[in-house]
Nanobody, 128 residues
């Protein structure tokens, strides 16, 4: 079992930045790959970014086209925490952002159904 707790959401003006954090706990939390998804009002939950380990010091990252070049996903092994650094924010980035965890092997990292555990979500609002 893995527990995920997000933090760092808030209200920011367009062009601003926010950093979301996802703290993971549980016996095997450190072995899981992690992803960020978001859901805007009236829309389906969509993939934002994901990270999986290649080695202890190297990882492979995945991004939605809409956030490439603006968002960066990273992970602090010692803290069992995954971050989403969001820059050049736009009003269309407004959504509830969810952290998710899954087994690293197999599946499509862009597919939310491949994730086993979810956090409660944190609201990000970007004003124009």
């Amino acid at each position: 079992q893995v527990q995920l707790v997000e933090s760092g959401g808030g209200l920011v003006q367009a062009g601003g930045s926010l950093r979301l954090s996802c703290a993971a706990s549980g016996r095997t939390a450190s072995t899981y790959a992690a992803g960020w998804f978001r859901q805007a009002p009236g829309k389906e939950r969509e993939f934002v970014a994901a990270i999986r380990w290649i080695t202890w010091s190297a990882s492979r990252n995945y991004y939605a086209d809409s956030v490439k070049g603006r968002f960066t996903i990273s992970r602090d092994n010692a803290k069992n925490t995954v971050y989403l650094e969001m820059n050049s924010l736009k009003p269309e980035d407004t959504a509830v952002y969810y952290c998710a965890a899954r087994q690293p092997a197999g599946g499509n990292y862009y597919d939310l159904s491949s994730y086993d555990y979810w956090g409660q979500g944190t609201q990000v609002t970007v004003s124009s």
